[in-house]
């Protein structure tokens, strides 16, 4: 029982410990963690390139050893900064699972500004095996949102040709677009009917995402589609 005890003060006293010596210039990464070691990344850059075709940027922060990421956040030095991470596949979403000792940071400009854009990325990283809370600190620049906005609409591709046309709505600014063919089939495609489907995306007015699609006769026996995607901001 002493053994017990000491551990449980020592835990109860590292967490603590670990609280008290958050910087004062973090974020909410330990939010919910009882024991949270904040790491702090640096201001990253962020291309401000304009157009449709927006350059991403991507920076990786790890934990300690023995510790995974529990939490994550950023400040942004303007609000047209999209921010995501990368996160693993698996159930349920959790420390652990979706994240692991590293995780890895991805941003895009979609604002028309020119100056120089940059995030800086916070992790809060909890011991393998636990966590709880903690009270954050305030901070005075912003923190991350939602930008842009992913419209996207998916279509039957079948042989022949075909155009599929995607815009944002109004009020709204093409900052990215991207497609990518998917099959309903009990196996994964073969290499001939990956092949037997084809697309050309372009932008028409910097506006509208277009895509020219062609299937051959092997695409007939199968559903497969289209997801034609465009990257749509209101910031200015």
Not at 14 to 31: K, Y
Not at 65 to 90: H, K, M, N, P, W
Not at 108 to 123: C, D, L
Request: charged letters at 15%.
């Amino acid at each position: 029982m002493t053994r017990s005890f000491r551990i449980a003060a020592l835990v109860a006293t590292l967490a603590a410990a670990l609280v008290v010596a958050a910087p004062a210039g973090s974020a909410n990464e330990c939010e919910g963690l009882q024991v949270c070691v904040p790491i702090v990344g640096p201001w990253v850059s962020v291309p401000a390139a304009g157009g449709a075709a927006r350059p991403e940027v991507r920076w990786q922060l790890t934990c300690p050893r023995s510790f995974i990421v529990g939490g994550l956040d950023a400040r942004l030095t303007e609000r047209a900064i999209d921010v995501s991470f990368v996160g693993l596949l698996g159930s349920p979403v959790n420390p652990g699972i979706t994240t692991s000792r590293s995780v890895t940071f991805v941003a895009t400009h979609v604002g028309r500004s020119s100056g120089a854009p940059s995030f800086k990325p916070y992790i809060g990283c909890m011991p393998a095996r636990g966590g709880g809370s903690r009270v954050p600190t305030s901070v005075s620049v912003f923190p991350p949102g939602q930008p842009a906005t992913l419209r996207s609409k998916t279509v039957r591709v079948r042989p022949g040709a075909a155009t599929v046309n995607l815009g944002c709505r109004p009020g709204e600014r093409l900052v990215g677009a991207s497609h990518a063919f998917g099959f309903f089939t009990r196996t994964p495609p073969s290499a001939s009917l990956v092949s037997s489907v084809s697309g050309t995306r372009a932008v028409r007015g910097g506006k509208v995402v277009v895509v020219s699609l062609r299937g051959d006769a092997e695409v007939g026996g199968v559903r497969a589609v289209v997801q034609v995607q465009a990257l749509c901001s209101r910031s200015r």
